[in-house]
Nanobody, 124 residues
């Protein structure tokens, strides 16, 4: 069965950078559209960024455009989220998601597979 494992979270000062990574196992990676979501305590999980199977189309939440970059390596079964110019409001648990769709979707119920999450904390 498909499993997603995130890594790369941690504590960083405002203005700094972090790179998250997610590895997919148990499935054919290039068949999956991949995405990152995040969740604050007591709030709903929200879309951050997504990338289609081939990597030539991406989509971002308005709040992260110009600061975050999603990429994938189909040879290594990984998707990454490069986060620059981090702000305190980026503090959340970040989740990797995957689904066998052609397009990026921004709703959580569109994704069948989820990682366990990784904490990102930005101190001001």
């Amino acid at each position: 069965q498909v499993q997603l494992v995130e890594s790369g979270g941690g504590l960083v000062q405002a203005g700094g950078s972090l790179r998250l990574s997610c590895e997919l196992s148990g499935g054919t990676f290039w068949l999956y559209t991949m995405a990152w979501f995040r969740q604050l305590p007591g709030k709903e999980r929200e879309f951050v960024a997504g990338i289609v199977r081939t990597g030539d189309e991406t989509e971002y939440a308005e709040s992260v455009k110009g600061r975050f970059t999603i990429s994938r390596d189909n040879a290594k079964n990984t998707v990454a989220l490069q986060m620059n110019s981090l702000k305190s409001e980026d503090t959340a648990v970040y989740y990797c998601a995957a689904d066998r769709t052609l397009n990026v979707h921004t709703f959580t119920d569109e994704y069948a597979h989820w990682g366990q999450g990784t904490q990102v904390t930005v101190s001001s």
